[in-house]
């Protein structure tokens, strides 16, 4: 959960104020996408499901598959390949993207990392467009 959030549900500035259902405003391929990527973290195949999921531009810069997953178990990302609990919060969109705050739980403690999503015009699906870790690339 993101600090200072509830879940799917932000932060209200006026605490008489109705709570505002923020995913409610998320498009629901993107929150879907979002949902399927924090229920991998910690599952066999993680970086493969995150690769292909992952949309044409950042797999170029990764080259081929496997330097996606070398990446996906260094330090920094290795949180999503062996965490053992995930939490999405503050999903949010802005035009034909969208983000959320992903919070991992390891045996080592919490890592927080923002996945971002977005729907190319060519194809119309969502797809990943950005992984970063609060702290490190924050």
Known sequence: MAPGGGGLKGPRSDPHAPAVDHASAVDAGAL?????????????????LFYARASERMRASFGR?????????NDRFAPLANGTAA?????????????????VTTRDGRAVFVLAVARPAASGEWRLSGVAREGADL
Do not use: H, I
């Open 65 to 73: 598959e496997e330097n996606f997953v070398r990446a996906f178990t």
């Open 87 to 103: 939490e999405l919060g503050g999903a949010e969109q802005v035009g034909e993207s969208a983000r959320a705050t992903l919070t």
């Open 32 to 48: 879907a996408l979002l949902r399927e990527l924090v229920a991998a973290v910690g599952r066999p195949g993680a970086a493969g």
